[in-house]
């Protein structure tokens, strides 16, 4: 079983930056698609960043040019590097780990972003 860890949340003033980190414990399996996912107060949950064993990412529209995601394979990592935050990206974001086959997700525990103005 896999079981991703988020840390590196908190409070930060509208304009800086954080970085959140993502390491899944367990058994180690290849991940196909690690990325993160957000909720605010009140909203559904939506894709942020997606990183995919390719190489290739997806980037939600309102983070694209700020928010950069990353994986290390070797670690069963990702990490989410957030620049020019804005008080709409407060949320709890959540790391998802996918894999094809089987066709199964493994969340992690969700952490804290709020961004003051």
């Known amino acids: 079983q896999v079981q991703p860890v988020e840390s590196g949340g908190g409070l930060v003033q509208a304009g800086g930056s954080l970085t959140l980190s993502c390491i899944a414990s367990g058994r180690i399996v290849s991940i196909d698609v690690m990325g993160w996912y957000r909720q605010a107060p009140g909203k559904q949950r939506e894709s942020v960043a997606l990183s995919y064993l390719s190489g290739d990412t997806t980037y939600a529209d309102s983070v694209k040019g700020r928010f950069t995601v990353s994986r290390d394979n070797a670690k069963n990592a990702v990490y989410l590097q957030m620049n020019s935050l804005k008080p709409e990206d407060t949320a709890i974001y959540y790391c998802?780990?996918?894999?094809?086959?089987?066709?199964?997700?493994?969340w992690g525990q969700g952490i804290q972003v709020t961004v003051s103005s």
């Open positions: 998802n780990e996918h894999t094809f086959v089987p066709d199964r997700d493994y």
